[in-house]
């Protein structure tokens, strides 16, 4: 099968992009990595890029054009999807609309319900019984798109920010992976 090209965005970790790098491998899967941006140069997510020989693009998001020159990327490798995983910068309303429904994001918690930073707190705090996470399309209100897949598992009494952390991350690698194949079903 011809698969599309994807670009993953990342600031951190990268355990998204690790576990996608190992799902685009997957004959039927529909992407194949072909571009990683950060706009952290000491992002460890970076290491996969290079063990993978995926071209990457470490941007300064402080200059004034670095959106421009992430645009320019995306058209010379062809992109059609963008997979936000753990970027903690905020795309401009012009970048969202020049890659408009290619942008999808993955958030640690049951979208509509806390969206924004510090989730796991939030979640706790509110003493939910349940939570996970959600992959959705980016529009230009702040985790706000339409919803493509999502996740859920219940809260132990026991558990604690990490621990919410480390269960949600968990269930995060399905959840994107069904989620490309959902958007690519029927195209
Ligand atoms: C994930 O938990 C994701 O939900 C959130 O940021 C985290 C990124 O983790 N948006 P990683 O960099 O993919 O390990």
Redesign the pocket.
């Known amino acids: 099968m011809v698969k599309k090209n994807a670009c993953i965005f ?8 690790k576990s996608l790098i190992e799902n685009s491998r997957i004959y039927n899967f529909p992407i194949k990595i072909s571009l990683v941006v950060s706009n952290n140069q000491n992002a460890k ?1 970076i290491l996969y890029a290079k063990k993978n020989y995926i071209p990457y693009l470490i941007v300064k998001t402080k200059k004034r054009n670095f959106e421009h020159i992430i645009l320019k990327k995306i058209k010379e490798h062809k992109i059609s999807l963008i997979c936000l ?2 970027y903690m910068k905020v795309l401009s309303k012009n970048f969202i609309n020049s890659c408009k429904n290619k942008i999808v ?4 918690s049951l979208l509509p319900k806390f969206k924004g930073l510090n989730t796991y707190k939030r979640i706790l705090v509110n003493k939910e019984c349940k939570t996970g ?1 959600s992959v959705h399309f980016v529009n230009e209100k702040l985790d706000g798109g339409k919803i493509i897949n999502q996740k859920i598992f219940f809260i132990d009494e026991k558990d604690n920010i990490q621990s919410l ?1 480390e269960k ?2 968990k269930l ?1 690698r399905r959840t994107y992976a069904e989620a490309i194949i959902k958007i690519y079903r029927y195209n």
Do not use: V
């Open positions: 990342i600031s951190g970790q990268g355990s998204n992009l997510g995983a753990g994001n993955i958030h640690p996470c952390r949600t991350q995060e």
